[in-house]
């Protein structure tokens, strides 16, 4: 499974910018999927997951101004991002997980496939 992020860039504070992943392959919508961001030498965190039935959790801090989506048609992964703080500054990968579970994957250790990322930047 190749993974390819697009939609980041530099908005202002309080703007909002989308996501997308494109998958390869016809095994997306069986793929348990998430966004994690990762700022330079600190670890990668999970900023939401969502399983193949759509059910979806998100970090704390980024509940209620996030939303994870997919697309099983067109083995497309989003991120809607709305009210943007500087915080948010990040690369942005999306990765998919082998494990067969209709739950979603939270642990990084399960996700299998790995975009190259999208940087988002905040200006304040």
């Known amino acids: 499974v190749q993974l390819v992020e697009s939609g980041g860039g530099l908005v202002q504070a309080g703007g909002s910018l989308r996501l997308s992943c494109a998958a390869s392959g016809n095994i997306f919508s069986s793929l348990p999927m998430a966004w994690y961001r990762q700022a330079p030498g600190k670890e990668r965190e999970l900023v939401a997951a969502?399983?193949?039935?759509?059910?979806?959790y998100y970090a704390h801090s980024e509940e209620g101004r996030f939303t994870i989506s997919r697309n099983n048609a067109k083995n497309t992964l989003y991120l809607q991002m709305n009210s943007l703080k500087p915080e948010n500054t990040d690369m942005y990968y999306c990765a998919a997980s082998g494990t067969h579970t209709i739950e979603p994957v939270s642990s990084d250790r399960e996700y299998d496939y790995w975009g190259q990322g999208t940087q988002v930047t905040v200006s304040s």
């Open positions: 969502i399983s193949v039935g759509g059910s979806t």
